[in-house]
């Protein structure tokens, strides 16, 4: 796996967390990585951006990279729209990733918000530059209500375009979960017709660097290069 697109089900959702989680174990394991952030919206010149905060947790030793910047917190076509500056198409994106993949052992390109937000006024969208790239597409996804229905309709979209879903992450795991979140740990992979590969607890961005790092492979699946066991962490939310 050279390039794993990491989209959600929406935003807000912990994207970026997962994706410099993913990175944290690459690293550990020896593996180069890049982040790669298509279009960064609502962060002005000068400001930390996505791809700047998976290095900050991830570790010096990831590649940022980031090609828009655009001011407002809106989809990326409509933030370029009102900044009067050319969109990010997907063919951008495309060979950007696979510039990075020649220097780098994993490309982990995160997109914004759900998987089929507008990129440009054509309509691209995240999962066109998926298709482009044949890369496996990662899906981060909340814990609580709502959240099978936005699975479904983002796993249903993906096999739709013949892209291969490589699983689910919940990307913000409370605390205390109630009956909908500890349901959900059983009833989300069969919804995203995909497997439950990891469970970022809430607040994980908020720890320091160190200790997210040496966390990290606890809460993704071997498949993702951690130790997170999905029957195990079934049980022990239903006890």
């Keep these: 796996m050279t390039v794993l697109v990491v989209s959600g089900t929406g935003t807000e959702i912990g994207k970026t967390v997962v994706t410099a989680a993913l990175a944290s174990v690459a690293r550990a394991a020896g593996r180069s990585v890049a982040v790669l952030k298509p279009a960064q919206t609502g962060v002005g010149p000068g400001e930390r951006g996505d791809a700047d905060e998976v290095?900050?947790?991830?570790?010096?030793?990831?590649?940022?990279?980031?090609?828009?910047?655009?001011?407002?917190?809106?989809?990326?076509?409509?933030?370029?729209?009102?900044?009067?500056?050319?969109?990010?198409?997907?063919?951008?994106?495309?060979?950007?990733?696979?510039?990075?993949?020649?220097?780098?052992?994993?490309?982990?390109?995160?997109?914004?918000?759900?998987?089929?937000?507008?990129y440009d006024e054509e309509g691209s969208t995240l999962a066109d530059a998926a298709r482009l790239l044949g890369?496996?597409?990662?899906?981060?996804?909340?814990?609580?209500?709502?959240?099978?229905?936005?699975?479904?309709?983002?796993?249903?979209?993906?096999?739709?375009?013949?892209?291969?879903?490589?699983?689910?992450?919940?990307?913000?795991?409370?605390?205390?979960?109630?009956?909908a979140e500890r349901c959900n740990v059983t009833d989300l992979p069969e919804a995203a017709g995909a497997p439950l590969l990891g469970a970022v607890?809430?607040?994980?961005?908020?720890?320091?660097?160190?200790?997210?790092?040496?966390?990290?492979?606890?809460?993704?699946a071997p498949e993702l290069g951690g130790t997170w066991d999905a029957g195990a962490f079934a049980a022990a939310v239903r006890s």
Excluded: C, Y
């Design 55 to 118: 290095v900050r947790l991830a570790g010096d030793g990831v590649t940022p990279v980031e090609l828009a910047r655009f001011p407002e917190p809106l989809a990326p076509a409509t933030a370029a729209r009102r900044a009067g500056m050319a969109p990010v198409g997907p063919g951008e994106v495309a060979d950007a990733a696979r510039k990075l993949a020649q220097e780098h052992d994993l490309v982990l390109v995160e997109g914004a918000g759900g998987l089929l937000v507008r």
């Design 135 to 179: 890369a496996p597409v990662l899906v981060v996804a909340p814990a609580g209500l709502g959240t099978l229905n936005m699975a479904s309709l983002t796993g249903e979209a993906l096999r739709a375009r013949g892209l291969v879903q490589r699983g689910v992450v919940v990307g913000s795991w409370p605390d205390e979960p109630g009956l």
């Design 201 to 220: 607890p809430a607040g994980a961005g908020a720890l320091p660097a160190r200790v997210f790092r040496e966390r990290a492979a606890t809460w993704l």
